[in-house]
């Protein structure tokens, strides 16, 4: 069964607290993102990555940084986090060379005090 | 940048009732995805969509790709309680390209 998975599910802790938010897939696919949802914002592109080794900024990447060391993993650091932080966090992923659909995580709900 | 906007907000409806949602784009996209999402849960693809003029069903759920390339709609037909969620448009411009433009939302409410 194609999964994506996240850990943690939800997380409570101050600010300037390092953290790793990380994302596992099992499909073999050569894309991952990362996305933020507030409300009323919808969904916002953090980074992404088209494969190992290589990943670029999205729309809002100021505050995080991401690593592809391999293909099944993306994780999302937050070296200093901060209360502007605080969101809900999804990974997604997509294979096919751009011709498939992304397919999302369950999702990481971040609080930052 | 690209910029979808995705209508309604959001809507209340009574079980049984047919809905019907749409976005736009002020550009042209080769790919449109409709996703749902659950409290709690990572949206989910429900329809996609990849030529001009398609017309795709899933279930209750009807789609189309429209003919100038920059709008879609999404109609569900007799709603059911579990309808209840937020639906996602997604465009993609580029071909071979990952990248994703994402609508806001419309958050169906459905009283049953």
């Known amino acids: 069964e194609a999964q994506v998975t996240q850990n943690p599910r939800y997380l409570i802790t101050v600010t300037g607290k390092k953290l790793t938010v990380t994302c596992s897939q099992n499909?073999?696919?050569?894309?991952m993102s990362w996305y933020r949802q507030d409300p009323g914002l919808g969904l916002r592109q953090i980074y992404y990555s088209m494969n190992v080794e290589v990943t670029d900024k999205g729309d809002v990447p100021e505050g995080y940084k991401v690593s592809r060391k391999e293909k099944r993993n993306f994780p999302l650091i937050l070296e200093s986090p901060s209360p502007n932080q605080t969101s809900l966090y999804f990974c997604?992923?997509?294979?096919?060379?751009?011709?498939?659909?992304?397919?999302f995580g369950d999702g990481t709900r971040l609080s930052i005090l | 940048g690209q910029q979808l906007n995705q209508s309604p907000q959001s809507m209340f409806i009574q079980e049984g009732e047919d809905v019907s949602m749409n976005c736009t784009s002020s550009?042209?996209?080769?790919?449109w995805l409709w996703y749902k999402q659950d409290p709690g849960e990572g949206p989910v693809l429900l329809i996609a969509l990849y030529k001009a003029g398609e017309l795709t069903s899933n279930g209750r759920l009807t789609a189309q790709f429209g003919i100038t390339r920059k709008d879609s709609f999404l109609n569900i037909s007799a709603s059911i309680p579990s309808d209840v969620g937020i639906y996602f448009c997604?465009?993609?411009?580029?071909?071979?390209?990952?990248?994703?433009?994402f609508g806001k939302g419309t958050k169906l409410s459905v009283i049953p």
């Open positions: 550009s042209i996209f080769n790919t």
């Open positions: 499909m073999n696919h050569e894309y």
């Open positions: 997604a992923v997509s294979g096919g060379a751009g011709n498939q659909p992304q397919h």
């Open positions: 997604a465009g993609r411009s580029g071909a071979g390209s990952y990248q994703l433009t």
